[in-house]
């Protein structure tokens, strides 16, 4: 075993077991509601707090350039003990109350120095094999983030043991990087440049792959929240409340989880046949998918359940494409910075869909909500239209 196979290997391993944090609280909240009222602004508070909670940390390890200063895996197991800590802390303090949404803010503060710094170490394995290391590491993230789905299925109705099961996970996978070595092409990157901001309004091409990372992300992180709030809602028309909460639990991780493996192939076929239309052909698929499974609701059950694996397969390999992209138009001094803008504002967006979408489902329903988050490819694939007759126009000059 090559010391790169090993390497990646781990750290592909770790990324799964530290993101599982992430969506905890979305896999435990039927267990946790029937313990207490929740309003459901404080239901989406306990998924969007890591949404914000991330994008503050992220920031703040960009401007201080902290993964180049330290050992990128000592900032990675470091910041998983810290989030596994404030995972745990959760089964002490009031359900859903203030401190246990400051938590979530925490666990998603500590979980930016597991992702994006994840993406350093992988990145410093290669060059020309750059997008599948990338997709690798979104495939971890995806994985990891569908994993307390398929824990809670076999914790039954106790929701503390999968608070404290994840936290295990998370902690064992903090601690598996240090079997990682860093690669020969890692470089030490500079700190977060103001000057991104301006490159990134006045270059056409970024803009509308930035323009197009939204759209992706405006569907993204609410159905990863809220697809088992709807499945459960859906399956509950024919079958009892406890089996319909178990086989939504395990269909949502399979359409979650799915979509990580999804990211390799989507790496592959855009090295072939080019990363925007990747980007389209994926939004178009998850776009019609969120359609077909709002109109499946409290139908056929094979029905629904094949359109939300569909929906979770398609919704995910484009992820990677729009940061490769980025990169590919951004100048060198300003790559990190780019990326870090890119995702602020990413992370910053889907801090108010996850928040929003249940409070919509209140006024307009979960199908037509499911709809609206259709919105945001359809709005990708017009930014990558244009992005491709920009990019035609820079070859022809």
Known sequence: MTVKFRSIGLLVLAEIAVMSLWFMSSAVLPDMLREVELSAFRQAALASGVQIGFVVGALLIAMT???????????????????????????????????????????????????????????GWGQKDRGLLVGLVVGALTIGSAAPHLIASFGGTDWRFV????????????????????????????????????????NKLIRYVYLGYL???????????????????????????????????????????????????????????????????????????????????EGPLFLTIAFAVLWGLSIIPDSAQFSAL??????????????????ALGFTLTSVTVQVTPLLAEYIGWPGTVCVMALGPLFGIWAMRRYLFFAGQARDE
């Not at 295990?168 to 860093?182: N, Q």
Request: aromatic residues 12%.
């Open 65 to 123: 350039g902290l993964a180049d200063r330290l050992d990128a895996r000592f900032v990675f197991a470091s910041c998983a003990v810290m989030a596994c800590i404030a995972n745990t802390l959760l089964v002490v303090v009031a359900i859903g109350g203030d401190l246990a949404l400051f938590l979530r803010v925490l666990t998603g503060f500590f979980l930016a120095g597991v992702y994006p710094v994840g993406m350093k170490i992988a990145v």
């Open 163 to 202: 608070v404290c099961m994840t936290s295990l996970i998370g902690l064992a996978g903090g601690l598996l990087v240090f079997g990682t070595t860093v690669g020969p092409f890692d470089v030490r990157a500079k700190g977060f440049q103001i000057g991104a901001v301006k490159v990134a309004w006045s």
């Open 215 to 297: 759209g992706h992300m405006w569907e993204l992180y609410a159905m990863w929240a809220w697809l088992l709030t709807f499945l459960s809602l859906s399956f509950s028309a024919q079958l009892a409340g406890g089996e319909a909460q178990h086989l939504a639990r395990l269909v949502t991780f399979f359409a979650i989880g799915l979509g990580g493996l999804a990211t390799i192939a989507a790496g592959w076929f855009a090295d072939q046949f080019g990363k925007a239309q990747t980007t389209i052909y994926a939004m178009t698929v998850s776009g019609l998918a969120a359609l077909a499974t709002a109109f499946s609701f």
């Open 326 to 343: 980025v990169a590919d138009h951004s100048p060198s001094d300003l790559s990190g910075s780019m990326l870090t803008l890119q995702t």
